[in-house]
């Protein structure tokens, strides 16, 4: 391609007409974005990016350069539509409108414009063209046996669609077929299908008001199931697939329209059949007359839904005037049907019972606000709520996270289980209360910090949200997770893009309740071999995967490339689940020990080695139905075999109902301030094992040697201990809400059996209160050893405190080793290989 500077202006055709209302081809740059990238959880704009805006909607074409991935999961986007919403209600939810089904790379080819009022195309990165029609035009790279493929995007002013139409030309010698295909990437809580009665494809998210319509000009839309969605098209002729001969051609039209809800997609496909808009104003108020905002507005005809949307902040709704039924419902006010003719009046006021409300007030001991996690669990016949889908923000499923403790919300008449909690340091409180309708029900709670953990911070290392690609989570919801759970430090580590938390923090106002910092999860194949995560790193906003660098499919070359990152500066390497046998004695996969992938050896930090409680278990343990290496088992026989590296445990959280939280890391600090925590002693903690990893428990451990309080080490540390005579003291904290009743410990691997203390075999070692256990135990080590101490309640769980899946977990706490020299030597690893040391397990 030429060079844009010169080769741009010779594409640019003006067509001059008398002026207009304008719509806006730009190119993103730091000048333009604040004004013209759109709002909305599936954002995937940069820089250099197109952006078509009107009145009506803003949209964003990808810059067609190689490598352009909106992220890990939604790739090759370049010339692809990626973000789309109507101006008035900003909410974009699209992954990628892929034209052609991702079949062909394509570069730019020129613009167009109707009636232009402003125009700068100079240079590629700096489009600035105004009009009252804009086309970007883009071509497939040639290929041979294929016909040549022009897309354009054409906005008109006023207009509520993107026009898309693709060109087919064969300018080869024999008959060529064409594909009359796309796909649309819409993912987890939207519905979709075609609609035969109208010729649109559709796709509804109505937890975050966001629908996609597809309109096919002379041609039938069709719709088929998949992750990525195929929309195909049937000609006039009853053909998907069409062969054009040397020489002809053939163009493809539709249009993409963005609304708020199906009632406005349907409301531009009558329009486009050349059937007058005839609308109907629905108002939805409860009997004291306040509107009710989102409630649920379904128009059924015949049998049949045939569109449907929620109400505004107004509790206003606009929607088709068809002969039907309205099923009018929200959670609180009950459910009326309505019927609607053919010949309604302009507009129709509905009217559902006041709803009951829950107004909470939740604070700390003093009085203060505090972030929490409410859950209310329906009871005497009366059902759990239903608030949203997991991928929310503040209200999901059945829970509601607070960032201050202070919210109104309403519920159904009836009866109901409160539990509210802020994490595993704190008593939770766990109440009843009944709602009755049209009043409003007072919830008020003190939140007691029960555990002490001076010194020590708690820590996720690993989470992730829409930006992953892989999820559709918020952003905000994760960051609201993680608050409310008591998580002081979380690194931002989405898949294979830097990004950060600051913004949601800020918007929270909890910038001093988490620290955080810019991170990745660099993600690469074979899974799970080749995921390592990173922090700090050093963002550049709005530019490819933030700035981050890309993935590699030899293990070893990507975590090199992630540890010598920003200069190879001082941050934290994180192996995320591996497979311990795979990656350090079979590179392979076929079962012979081998030297694994000894490249990434020199370059991880830490090492993810939970779940936890299989610390207890054989070397194989069952997972999704097959069985796998045992982690934290190979963790111990890696320790002994001479390779140090400190274990940790994260959720890997990817929704965020319940998904942060019931695992996490304590590590040394030298603040207990979460506004005061700097990255970097983060790092460094983890690094040398100063570190406990717990599905709850708060566990410490210290071992002393002699009599001197200077000879004393925590998890991490080395410790000279001549002859071998040391005392261990162990102490354990738990909440109200799940308990400890064993205490092991390891010694070089093994759980010694003279050191097993359980609630029933040592009643007296253990206490009922937050204190669970508190003990100075003698150890006489015969030679060099590591301990880890490790605490379990084995009849006890999370509970529902931690929801219906992570509430099944144990509470488990695990301690890094303590490395005893007992020799004057220094400290030397046993070589005990804890039985056949593990290879890869086929899978």
């Known amino acids: 391609m030429k060079n844009p500077r010169t080769f741009l202006p010779l594409l640019l055709l003006v067509v001059c007409t008398a002026p207009v209302r304008a719509a806006d081809l730009v190119a993103l740059s730091p000048q333009t974005w604040h004004e013209y990238v759109p709002q909305g959880k599936e954002v995937d704009a940069i820089y250099g990016d197109f952006v078509l805006r009107n009145d009506q909607l803003v949209a964003v074409v990808a810059h ?111 008959p060529v077929d064409v594909e009359l295909v796309d796909a649309i990437r819409a993912d987890r809580s939207f519905e979709h299908g075609p609609d035969g009665a109208a010729d649109l494809f559709w796709a509804y998210d109505k937890h975050f008001g966001q629908a996609y319509g597809v309109l096919g000009e002379g041609h039938v839309v069709l719709g088929s199931n998949a992750r990525q969605l195929m929309v195909r098209y049937r000609n006039a002729e009853g053909k998907t697939v069409v062969s054009l001969a040397p020489g002809a051609s053939y163009r493809l039209t539709r249009r993409i329209v963005p609304g708020a809800n199906l009632f406005d997609l349907k409301r531009v496909a009558t329009e486009w059949g050349g059937k007058p808009d005839r609308s109907v104003g629905v108002t939805v108020k409860d009997t004291a007359g306040k509107p009710i905002v989102g409630a649920d507005v379904v128009l059924t005809v015949g049998d049949k839904r045939n569109a449907w949307g929620r109400t505004d902040d107004r509790g206003e709704l606009s929607v088709l005037m068809t002969a039907g039924t309205l099923s009018i419902s929200a959670l609180g006010h009950g459910k009326k049907e309505v019927p609607l003719s053919a010949d309604a009046g302009p507009t129709l006021a509905v009217e559902l019972p006041e709803a009951g409300a829950v107004v909470a007030r939740i604070s700390d001991e003093q009085g203060g606000p505090i972030p929490c996690k409410i859950q209310f669990i329906g009871r005497e016949g009366t059902p759990t709520p239903d608030f949203g889908p997991d991928s929310g923000e503040f209200a999901i499923k059945n829970v509601y996270y607070s960032p201050d403790g202070q919210f109104r919300r309403v519920l159904d008449p009836g009866s109901y289980d409160v539990i509210v909690s802020y994490g595993p340091e704190y008593n939770a409180v766990f109440t009843q209360l009944d709602v009755q309708r049209g009043k409003e029900t007072s919830l008020a709670a003190k939140l007691i910090r029960a555990v002490k953990t001076d010194g020590w911070i708690s820590a996720d290392f690993h989470s992730h949200s829409s930006p992953s690609g892989d999820n559709t989570s918020s952003q905000l919801g994760r960051v609201l997770n993680l608050l409310c759970e008591h998580v002081e430090y979380a690194p931002c580590t989405e898949h294979n893009r830097l990004s950060t938390y600051d913004p949601h923090l800020k918007r929270l106002g909890a910038e001093r309740r988490m620290g955080t910092c810019v991170g990745i999860e660099l993600t690469g194949s074979p899974l799970p071999l080749n995921h390592q995560n990173a922090f700090p790193l050093v963002l550049r906003p709005n530019t490819q995967d933030g700035g981050g660098p890309t993935a590699d499919s030899d293990p070893a070359i990507q975590i090199e490339r992630l540890a010598l990152w920003d200069g190879a500066s001082d941050k934290l390497v994180q192996v995320n689940h591996p497979d311990i046998g795979w990656m350090f004695r079979d590179r392979n996969g076929d079962g012979e020990p081998d030297s694994g992938f000894s490249g990434m050896f020199g370059h991880m930090d830490v090492i993810e080695v939970h779940p936890l409680r299989t610390i207890f278990g054989d070397a194989l343990v069952p997972y999704e139905g097959r ?136 009643p007296e070692r253990f206490s009922n209160g937050t204190v669970k256990f508190e003990q100075d135990i003698p150890l006489r080590l015969e030679k060099d050893s590591h301990v880890i101490v490790v605490a379990i309640g084995e009849q006890s769980k999370l509970g529902p405190v931690m929801g219906p899946e992570h509430g099944n977990e144990l509470p488990v706490a695990v301690s890094n080793p303590i490395f005893v020299d007992v020799d004057g030597g220094g400290f030397k690893a046993n070589g005990d290989t804890l039985g056949k040391l593990p290879t890869k397990i086929s899978r």
């Open 627 to 762: 069985m796998q290496n045992n982690t934290i088992r190979n963790w111990l026989q890696l320790l002994n075999q001479g390779r140090r590296i400190p274990g940790v445990s994260n959720t890997d959280a990817h929704y965020n109902f319940h998904g942060s939280g019931w695992l996490r890391n304590y590590l040394k600090s030298p603040t207990d301030d979460p506004a005061e925590i700097r990255a970097l002693d983060v790092v460094h903690a983890a690094e040398r094992g100063h570190l406990v990893m717990s599905t709850g428990p708060f566990l410490e451990v210290k071992l002393r040697a002699g009599e001197r309080p200077t000879n004393e080490a925590i998890p991490g540390d080395d410790l000279a201990g001549p002859g071998g005579k040391t005392t261990l003291s162990v102490r354990v904290q738990c909440p109200n809400w799940f308990d400890v009743d064993r205490v092991q410990v390891f010694l070089n691997g093994v759980a010694a059996e003279p050191l097993n203390f359980t609630r029933r075999s040592s």
């Open 64 to 174: 067609p350069r190689r490598g352009r991935n909106a992220n890990m999961t939604v790739r090759d986007v370049g010339g692809c539509l990626i973000d789309l919403t109507r101006r008035d209600r900003q909410s974009d939810q699209l992954s990628a409108y892929y034209p052609g089904a991702q079949l062909r790379e394509l570069r730019f080819g020129g613009i167009n414009v109707e009636a232009p009022e402003t125009y700068d195309a100079s240079e590629l990165d700096r489009v600035f063209v105004r009009g009252h029609r804009v086309t970007i035009r883009l071509v497939a790279a040639p290929r041979e046996k294929e016909p040549d493929t022009e897309v354009s995007y054409t906005l008109e002013d006023g207009k509520p669609y993107v026009e898309l139409s693709t060109t087919f030309t064969n300018r080869g010698k024999s």
